[in-house]
């Protein structure tokens, strides 16, 4: 599986992106998910989807302000963010899961390059 993210850049706190993943490569079937690095920290669970689209589940900080979704069809996957904060601002990577859709990294066996959001106040 290969993962592309895209549609970062440079917002205004208060504002709104949408991230998008386009995946290639044995996909069926995968669960996917958004994580976040934000300088000098961890990488963080942002929301993860399974392969229907029917079970959805985010980090209890990112509930609110933070939507996952899908379109098999086109072998994309999307997070809204709205509401943007200047602690928002990471890079944002998308990873695909053979199993279950949860917040641990040590499920996603493939990952994207990331995509970098930078929230100015």
């Known amino acids: 599986v290969q993962l592309q993210a895209s549609g970062g850049g440079l917002v205004q706190a208060g504002g709104s992106l949408r991230l998008s993943c386009a995946a290639s490569?044995?996909?069926?079937?995968?669960?996917m998910g958004w994580f976040r690095q934000a300088p000098g920290k961890i990488r963080e669970f942002v929301a993860g989807?399974?392969?229907?689209?029917?079970?959805?589940y985010a980090a209890d900080s990112m509930k609110g302000r933070f939507a996952i979704s899908r379109d098999n069809a086109k072998n994309m996957v999307y997070l809204q963010i709205d509401r943007l904060e200047p602690e928002d601002t990471a890079v944002y990577y998308c990873?695909?899961?053979?199993?279950?859709?949860?917040?641990?990294?040590?499920?996603?066996?493939?990952w994207g390059q990331g995509t970098q959001v930078t929230v100015s106040s």
């Open positions: 990873a695909a899961s053979y199993g279950y859709v949860g917040g641990s990294d040590s499920l996603y066996q493939h």
């Open positions: 490569g044995r996909t069926f079937g995968s669960a």
């Open positions: 989807i399974n392969w229907s689209g029917g079970t959805r």
